[in-house]
């Protein structure tokens, strides 16, 4: 069966950083792209970053570009969002799927941004 679990997130201070994890299992993991989304309070879901089966290809959103970082790690079953210079507002719950033909969400990481 298909299932991800993000682990990495807590309480961070603005300006602060933080590695989210996303491991994976019940595919064939380095066949699919993958890509981190986050819902903050009140606000639709949204896709902040995107990476292709190799690596190779990589996407972001624009309010997280020179910030954030996906890589993968093909070997471990593993995607990671490397998250620099957070603000308040990126306060939400973060997720990560496959890019494939049905989305399998996890059940997120909550990350809190506040001093």
């Known amino acids: 069966q298909v299932q991800v679990v993000e682990s990495g997130g807590g309480l961070v201070q603005p300006g602060g950083s933080l590695r989210l994890s996303c491991a994976a299992s019940?595919?064939?993991?380095?066949?699919?792209?993958m890509s981190w989304y986050r819902q903050a309070p009140g606000k639709e879901r949204e896709m902040v970053a995107g990476?292709?089966?190799?690596?190779?290809?990589?996407n972001y959103a624009d309010s997280v570009k020179g910030r954030f970082t996906i890589v993968r790690d093909n070997a471990k079953n593993t995607v990671y969002l490397q998250m620099n210079s957070l603000k308040t507002e990126e306060t939400a719950i973060y997720y990560c799927?496959?890019?494939?033909?049905?989305?399998?969400w996890g059940q997120g990481t909550q990350v809190t941004v506040s001093s």
């Open positions: 799927k496959a890019l494939m033909g049905r989305d399998y």
């Open positions: 019940g595919f064939i993991f380095s066949s699919y792209g």
């Open positions: 990476i292709s089966s190799t690596g190779g290809v990589t």
